[in-house]
């Protein structure tokens, strides 16, 4: 529901399917998804981040997954505004494969900061 919120109202949304036990997962987050340089470039993009945890097999989750063609996690999604076609990013992150990804949608979207203007 979330998801289809952000995408409706045009918000750019990375997705992060992830579970407690997995490794693979938990490397990507420390390596890549918890860099400030990702945090930064995320905030200045105006992305949201969702997450959302397989770890006790969520009905709903599972059918995510079997949508991109995945039985399992790690999976991660970039949407950008507009974008009719998801990026599927890979299993293995580097803090450089999520910057290269989010400079491709963003040029792709001409996805731009916005300005603050409750300070007028």
């Known amino acids: 529901d979330r998801l289809a919120a952000r995408r409706s109202a045009g918000t750019p949304v ?4 992830t ?3 997995c490794i693979t997962c938990e ?6 998804l918890a860099s400030e340089t990702v ?11 969702l997450k959302g945890d397989w770890t006790n097999g969520d009905p709903e989750i599972t059918a995510l997954l079997e949508s991109f ?3 399992g996690v ?8 507009g974008n ?5 990013l890979p299993q293995l992150l580097t803090e450089s494969i999520v910057l290269d990804a989010l400079q491709d949608l963003s040029t792709k979207s001409q996805i731009t900061a ?7």
Request: overall charge positive; charged content about 20%; hydrophobic content about 45%.
């Open 84 to 88: 009719a076609e998801p990026v599927l």
């Open 19 to 21: 579970a407690a036990w």
């Open 74 to 81: 790690p999976l991660y999604v970039l949407y950008g505004p």
């Open 27 to 32: 490397v990507n987050d420390r390596v890549a």
């Open 114 to 120: 916005k300005p603050d203007r409750s300070s007028s």
């Open 69 to 71: 063609g995945r039985s």
């Open 14 to 17: 990375f997705i992060n399917m």
């Open 39 to 49: 945090a930064n470039k995320f905030r200045d993009l105006g992305l949201v981040y």
